[in-house]
């Protein structure tokens, strides 16, 4: 019996300790289903926190009698942010003006996690196809961390699609290291560089939203397997927010700022300004409401984060902010309450089928 769609992709946005609202609401997924995401996505990306998302969703179970199932429930990756936020971001201690021109957190703490976390899996060995953004600051292009072997492309101009010999906790080092939170992530390559290593950012620069990305990665994918093309109609696409920012920049204030002052505020413009025109796209280019003749192929869950007391900081992992974005993911459910449980119906049904 034929399913609706073809491939089915789960795209999630960056945005640091914020990661824990979609972590939220595919726990809800995951105990309306009574599956794991891993079972009911053929396709999953995620940029930054959503690429380490992505890649703790997809990781095999260690245990190998049971080596191809997840190692992770999605309620697990909640407790990940609850457990591990504060020890990601360890700030600095500012002591005087030159230390302001380093990156406010020390890496270490996150890649101590992120080892625990993922181990020494590989990007190849996921369960299903991934795919995580980064950006190398030598080469001046997109490193995208597959883990289909046929999609690799270490040697293209334009950009690098990469697979095999890295490690799971290397390729959520790389998309997550955003500019002034982190350092770059240097990662020791045989793959033509100059410098035999890739030196890499946050996808978020530009990919902070990746579901266009995710969507053409498939269909390219698609085509290579089976000789056909995918197209939209056939494409089921589920892209998580981690909240859309509200602080506003004041143009007088704004006119006056110079290199440093806009250092910070830059980087969220970036940021939630791609995540927010990759959604409209999607959402004009793809069907929102199904009818009769027209399945639905795009759902988008997000909300607006207020930036008081720091709640839309992307760094702000404190207990009582932790406390906030898990009120505001709960609330992110009740509120869409009805075009999620209409997706977890159709996830179902569609997993159900292609098992049969």
């Not at 190998?64 to 999605?74: D, G, L």
């Not at 978020?204 to 990746?210: E, K, R």
């Not at 056909?228 to 494409?235: A, G, V």
């Amino acid at each position: 019996m034929d399913t609706k769609f073809k491939r089915r992709i789960l795209s999630i946005d960056g945005g640091g300790i914020r990661g824990i609202i979609p972590a939220i609401l595919l726990n809800y997924i995951e105990e309306r289903t009574g599956k794991r995401i891993a079972t009911m996505f053929d396709f999953i990306a995620g940029t930054s926190t959503g690429g380490i998302l992505a890649l703790g969703l997809t990781k095999k179970n260690s245990d190998s009698s049971i080596n191809n199932e997840p190692e992770y429930t999605a309620a697990e990756l909640v407790n990940f942010y609850r457990q591990y936020g504060q020890k990601v971001f360890n700030e600095y201690i500012r002591l005087d003006f030159d230390d302001l021109l380093q990156p406010k957190h020390n890496p270490k703490g996150k890649q101590e996690v992120l080892k625990n976390l993922l181990g020494e899996a590989k990007v190849e060995d996921a369960l299903r196809e991934i795919f995580i953004p980064s950006y190398d600051i030598e080469l001046r292009a997109p490193v995208f961390f597959t883990s289909n072997p046929d999609a690799e492309e270490p040697e293209s101009i334009h950009s690098r699609k990469v697979c095999s010999g890295f490690k799971m906790w290397e390729a959520a080092m790389a998309t997550s290291a955003a500019p002034t939170f982190f350092p770059p992530y240097q990662l020791d390559t045989a793959h033509t560089t100059d410098e035999g290593y890739y030196a890499l950012v946050d996808g978020g620069v530009f990919a902070n939203n990746p579901s266009s990305l995710a969507m053409m990665e498939a269909m390219i994918s698609y085509k290579k397997k089976t000789g056909e093309e995918l197209h939209r109609k056939d494409t089921l696409v589920v892209s998580l927010g981690t909240g859309s920012v509200t602080r506003r920049y004041k143009y007088r204030d704004a006119q006056n700022w110079g290199q440093i002052k806009w250092a910070i505020p830059l980087l969220n413009v970036v940021f939630d300004g791609q995540s927010e025109s990759v959604a409209y796209q999607l959402q004009q280019l793809m069907v929102t409401k199904g009818d009769k003749e027209n399945n639905r192929n795009y759902y988008r869950f997000q909300l607006q984060l207020s930036s008081d007391n720091g709640h839309d900081q992307m760094d702000n992992a404190s207990p009582s902010n932790i406390e906030h974005l898990e009120e505001r993911g709960e609330k992110l459910i009740q509120n869409s309450k009805r075009d999620l449980d209409e997706l977890c119906k159709l996830l179902k049904e569609e997993t159900e089928l292609y098992s049969n």
